[in-house]
């Protein structure tokens, strides 16, 4: 009997304790409204209900989450103990590729070992596997019957059940919680231990003023570029000129102008169609955009450069990739735009209409200067957004960590570097792959910044007209 099983039983059991719970709740509740204490039924049937299917499911799941961490140990020492001593494997490793040979035999995925001892050992492994998981079965349902038992004998149009179930509510929020932010503490120390170690062999000054970019190190020291060169200028710059640049010259007009007509100028019947089908280009995966850019884009933009005689236009651009960028980012500029311009009192704009202003002059002089910290805040947040983008530069945009303002050229960004420079089997104690964490501790103080300064200017925004 496998752990699913066992776990799919003990959650209908949990549902049947449920139901038998919230029945006790409501005729209790019944009983009293039905008696003499009208108004004295502290919690709702579903609390009642709630409370019962906790009390039979938390005991039984937190015993088969213990058994699932401590019984592959107990299962592998009564394996071994079977096999003769001298067909016993001995080390740690030995032990793991024996016991990958006994599973892969019982579950039926290979007929036989290299060890001829797993051969009887699996009947013993799948024998045992069997007994324990039942008997851990057995013992999780008894403390569910238990729980669930003692927690309908609780059940009373006085008891607080409701309370109860709140506390462990706000226990699962908080654990939750603590997750997410232990996961970010998590990612940062990490980022910053593994930049401290990169900086040791890499002087930092060299890392954020050089604009030489080439991370490639040979293994032995006698070879030609083994010290490699670590200037990020190029990289700092591609990234801005593709992300902050490029594609913002693509998104803001296009963004604002696509607000400015859904909340102003569009019937109500065009918007109800226009705005879900604007926003669907968000939905679409980034390397949809990277295959649009690189066999679509990209050839049409070389053209057009040899076509006005630049010579030197590369199949992989920096135009390229930012124009798709931007047309990627247009549904972040216009939804934060759309919403800041629909929050403008509609006091102002009658006030300006009624001044005699048209309904291009409101917009000019009222709403979008009213709007503009919403709109800024909209912009900045498409920029993260942009700087982060990957796919669509290394399918478009190159690898080459040129310092050009040539927007027909090939350039990169931080994170394109970072995925070529973790793709593959690495040395995580060579300068080139600690690289790869100082670009990204970068790339994450940037955003962060960003971030945090959009997130104010739309606090104030929102404090302004609440």
Known sequence: MSLTFITMLLIGLGLVAFMVGRSRGAFAGAVHHGGIEIGRVHSRPNYHAAFVGLCALTPALLLMLAWSIAGDRLVTGEVLASVAAAERPTTALDVSAFMSEVKGIASGDQEGGFNPAT????????DTVGTYNL???????????????????????QFRARNRVEVVVMGLLIIASLVAVLTTLGIVLSLIFESVRFFQKVSFLEFVTGTVWSPQT??????VGSSGAFGAVPLFWGTI????????IVAIPLGLMTAVYLTQYADPRVRKWLKPLLEILAGVPTVVYGFFAALTVAPAVRDFALSIGISSASSESALAAGAVMGVMIIPFVSSMADDALTAVPQAMRDGSLAMGATTSETIRRVLVPAALPGIVGGVLLAVSRAIGETMIVVMAAGLAANLTANPFQSVTTVTAQIVQLLTGDQEFDSAKTLSAFALGLVLFVITLCLNIYALSVVKRYREAYE
Do not use: E, H, N
């Open 119 to 126: 051969g009887p050992a699996a009947k013993v492994y799948a």
């Open 218 to 223: 040979a293994l032995r020291a006698d070879q």
């Open 241 to 248: 000129f593709i992300g902050a640049i490029i594609a913002m």
């Open 135 to 157: 008997i851990a079965g057995g013992i999780a349902a008894a403390l569910a019957a238990i729980g669930a038992i003692w927690a309908l004998s609780k059940v009373t149009p």
